[in-house]
């Protein structure tokens, strides 16, 4: 959206028709609210920016289908111009003219007529350029369907639009719809306020409604409907003094057949504007962020350069987008319908003034009128700005514009940097309530993604800390590495041919978080359809499953007006944490993911795996639902967001975690129920502390060795140079990578039958990985890493005279046939001594054979020990390196 500068928010209120209750629809399911029809298509209007056009900014739906749309407001008006200007020039009313023109001919080339143009809706910047308001009333009503007023005003209307009546387009009982009106409609409409200019007076003010239509009638068996006008009103002599090409104008606009009337697109060119459309450049399309074309073509710095050295006083709000200043007026404290309510636009009444009539005790009943409240007034309230400038007042001006090289933190950029750098330690849920934070968190990552890709790592860096809402939907995009001309290649995509997959489609979205009101409006199922069909007609080797269309709901969301990108981020998702979830057999690959689950269960829980064990939970019951929809099954769209904040910060294993984390919040309830309670408990999953789930995934997630979450059938190693920086700050050094992505040497993990997978309870870690944990010498050179990283205990249970014919260096000896008694416990030894005093550590356990190995680990995990590893391919894998080490003879 463009800058705020000049421009005001402000915001006006109406009614969408009410629907009956106990009518539903051919599915079945209770009728939409028209209310929701509305916000949904309102979408749309916030895409269509133009010099000419007032922005849309948000809409909110309150009670009894009450819906308050915001939108950019100017205090001037056309109808203001008129009173404070005697005479208007001719040139002035070319001008005027011909800018209104150019927000009409954007308006067509969207598809939207204005149909409401009257000199109240006609405003006037501080330069005193034309900006057309409510030009999107009519369409987001569905050319007046959802509302119980009428869309425009009598004055003004078309007489093709007068000459159909009053027939409501929703209703059946009044014969066959009234076709929608069409561009030449509001050319009749501005060619009436254009006649008021010139007369310098307004037209049928003081005549009936029934009048004034009948005159607008009359008017289809005249020739020259100007002179006609100018004569009923008295201002033939100022109409007969302006120059021909300004009554040409007129004439061409007044015309009663829309057959003969011009288009605004056609008048745009017409010679009486020779002389005024040299004036005006034409518009161009800022460019987005995912595009073919160069952002930085049209960049020019001034002939001045001090010109971009601000001023103290400058107004630095102003050069924010619209839609960034209102989303911090709402965090400042912003209250629409409070506002409303302030200026008596929003009456609130005692609910018995609301009754439809009263009834006496001598059964005496008076009745009331229909509640004026409930009609329509346009009236557009101004919002203060005020409280959000005094909240952000002692945020410097140089936070407004951050360098991106400089290595100090962001929020050292504000006079109040102590109080930001404690907001950084708050809840999330608070940081992204606080109005400073906001401000200074959206800048610095819109500054960051107008550089992408070039600072795709400081974005990363970035988001470690936190992702601001307002701009979630491009800050998962880059982290998802989306890049190139993403419409181009949506647009080439067949989504209209029917397939098989339809049918299940359309069954699935009317269930598809139908709480939310964006995604349960006739445009939010319309877009899940064209979305999800373009994911399955693009991915032939792959099938559509249910839980897809929830997998979607997030990206949908966040790019609710960029199908493209939502389709883009959406298809770079599924092949980094679900590759081959979706083929149409996928038992062996989610099979193999349950059974690497179950481990990690195991691996950071012993004592909840055993009991799972033990009353026959296992994660087949509950958790395929969790991982085929990354949690977006089980969780609201407001958790999501939070969860894949993170969950796009880290790799494929990143979800083990996250579902260990979930099992940790419910453990006590887990550990005291049984098989059938713990069914109960999973079927109405109880509520989850998001932000704590967040924070242990973090630190389950870097307790865990890479190659721990090993999977034959997870996505292939990307090509050379195709990476990029996940983890989670010093930490994540050590998981820069995916372990699927590193290439595959002798000491890699080798691939493993799933009957095998599953008969060991702990997981295996490669012997490339122990190496990089005990941090041994490679070439005669110490292995060290600055970041931090699992501590570690080698545990061989070979022979000892195995042992002392070479070992890995640090490991302890505990041969298995010592270590345990016949009925499973720990047999009390120095050497389990020693064991027990490195509890908590990761454990690998080495050994000749696998089996064995597992079995030791076996034995661990029942007594409870956490984070038990095997090694893949035992003591045999470590022999080529060179690295074992001999004990030196006692003498």
Aim: some cysteine; overall charge negative.
């Amino acid at each position: 959206m463009r800058p705020l500068r000049d421009a005001q928010l402000g915001a006006f209120t109406f009614f969408a028709s009410a629907l009956p209750h106990d009518v539903c629809g051919s599915n079945g399911l209770p009728l939409t609210p028209n209310s929701i029809k509305i916000l949904g298509r309102f979408q749309l209007l916030k895409t269509i920016s133009h010099p000419r056009l007032c922005q849309y900014v948000d809409i909110s739906r309150g009670k009894h289908e009450r819906l308050v749309v915001v939108t950019e407001h100017y205090e001037s008006s056309l109808n203001d111009f008129q009173k404070q200007v005697q005479t208007v020039s001719p040139e002035r009313v070319l001008q005027i003219a011909y800018e209104a023109l150019e927000g009409l001919e954007f308006m067509n080339k969207h598809g939207m007529v204005h149909r409401a143009l009257n000199a109240q809706n006609v405003l006037m910047d501080g330069k005193g350029k034309v900006k057309l308001a409510k030009f999107g009333l009519y369409y987001m009503t569905d050319h007046g369907a959802d509302v119980d007023f009428p869309i425009g005003y009598p004055s003004y209307l078309a007489p093709e639009v007068i000459a159909q009546g009053s027939v409501h387009p929703s209703d059946p009982s009044q014969g066959e719809n009234p076709l929608p009106s069409g561009p030449k409609t509001d050319v009749w409409s501005l060619g009436v306020l254009l006649f008021e200019l010139c007369a310098g007076r307004r037209l049928l003010q003081n005549i009936e409604i029934s009048e004034r239509l009948k005159f607008i009638i009359t008017l289809g068996c005249i020739d020259d409907i100007v002179t006609v006008l100018a004569e009923e009103h008295g201002c033939l002599d100022a109409i007969r003094e302006l120059p021909e090409n300004v009554l040409t104008l007129l004439r061409k606009c007044l015309i009663f057949l829309p057959s003969r009337r011009p288009t605004p697109a056609e008048l745009l060119v017409d010679p009486v504007f020779e002389g005024v459309s040299c004036l005006y450049a034409p518009f161009q399309q800022p460019v987005g962020l995912f595009s073919s074309s160069l952002r930085c073509a049209h960049l020019e710095l001034p002939e001045d350069i001090s010109q971009l050295c601000k001023d103290d006083d400058e107004e630095y709000l102003g050069e924010r987008a619209i839609d960034e200043v209102y989303h911090l007026w709402c965090l400042a404290g912003g209250d629409l319908e409070k506002e409303l309510t302030n200026k008596e636009i929003i009456q609130s009444k005692p609910p018995v003034c609301t009754l439809p009539n009263f009834l006496l005790e001598d059964g005496e009943s008076f009745g009331q009128g229909r509640d004026r409240s409930f009609l329509l007034d346009d009236t557009t309230v101004t919002l203060s700005l005020c409280q959000l400038k005094n909240r952000l007042k002692d945020v410097a001006g140089e936070a407004y514009y951050p360098l991106l090289e400089d290595e100090q933190s962001s929020l050292s950029q504000s006079n109040s940097s102590n109080e930001l750098s404690c907001t950084v330690t708050l809840p999330l849920i608070i940081r992204e309530r606080d109005t400073e934070y906001q401000l200074i968190r959206i800048i610095l990552f819109d500054r960051l993604l107008k550089a992408y890709p070039y600072k795709k790592n400081l974005v990363w860096k970035e988001a470690r800390v936190d992702i601001p809402p307002l701009i979630r939907g491009l800050a998962w995009a880059a982290l998802l590495g989306v890049e190139g001309d993403i419409q181009a290649k949506y647009d080439s995509i067949d989504k209209d041919t029917p397939i098989p997959t339809d049918r299940q489609i359309e069954v699935d979205i009317p269930r598809c978080h139908q709480y939310d009101e964006l995604l349960s409006s006739p445009q939010g199922h319309r877009k899940f359809r064209r979305v999800l069909k373009a994911w399955v007609v693009s991915h032939p080797d792959l099938v559509y499953w249910q839980g897809l269309d929830s997998l979607c709901a997030p990206f949908l969301w966040l790019n609710f007006n960029n199908e493209a990108l939502a389709y883009a981020c959406m298809s770079a998702f599924i092949p980094k944490y679900l590759y081959n979830f979706f083929l149409k057999d996928n038992s062996h690959v989610i099979q193999e993911y349950l059974t690497v689950f179950s481990q990690m269960i195991a691996f950071h829980d012993p004592e909840l795996s055993n009991h799972l064990n033990e009353i026959g939970f296992i994660p087949d019951l509950y958790a395929i639902p969790w991982f085929l929809t990354m949690f977006t099954h089980v969780f609201p769209l407001h958790k999501i967001f939070h969860l894949w904040d993170t969950l796009l910060l880290g790799n494929s294993s990143f979800p083990f975690c996250i579902g260990v984390a979930i099992l940790q919040q419910l453990r006590d309830r887990l550990l005291a129920n049984g098989f059938n309670e713990c069914i109960l408990l999973f079927s109405d999953l109880p509520e989850i502390d998001i932000e704590r789930c967040v924070r242990e995934s973090i630190n389950l997630f870097c307790w865990t060795p890479k190659s721990a979450t090993y999977r034959q059938h997870a996505q292939p190693p990307k090509a050379q140079g195709d990476s990029s920086t996940n983890g989670f700050g010093k930490a994540a050094n050590y998981y820069s990578s995916d372990y699927q992505d590193m290439p595959k040497t002798d000491l890699s993990r080798e691939p493993l039958a799933l009957s095998d997978l599953k008969a060991e309870v702990s997981p295996r870690i490669s012997a490339e990985d122990l190496i990089d944990l005990c941090e041994l010498s490679v070439g005669g050179q110490t292995k060290r890493s600055k970041a931090s990283k699992p501590k570690i205990l080698a545990v061989d249970i070979r022979s000892i005279e195995d042992f002392g014919r070479g070992h890995i260096s640090g490991s302890i000896s505990i041969p298995y046939s010592t270590a345990f008694s016949p009925d499973g416990e720990l047999v009390q030894c120095p050497a389990t001594g020693t064991l027990q005093s490195f509890r908590g550590r990761v454990i690998v356990v080495i050994s000749h054979a696998m089996k064995s190995a597992a079995m030791f680990a076996t034995h661990l995990v029942k007594v409870n020990y956490p984070r038990v590893t095997t090694l893949d391919g035992g003591i045999n894998k470590m022999k080529p390196t060179g690295l074992l080490t001999v004990p030196s003879p006692q003498i």
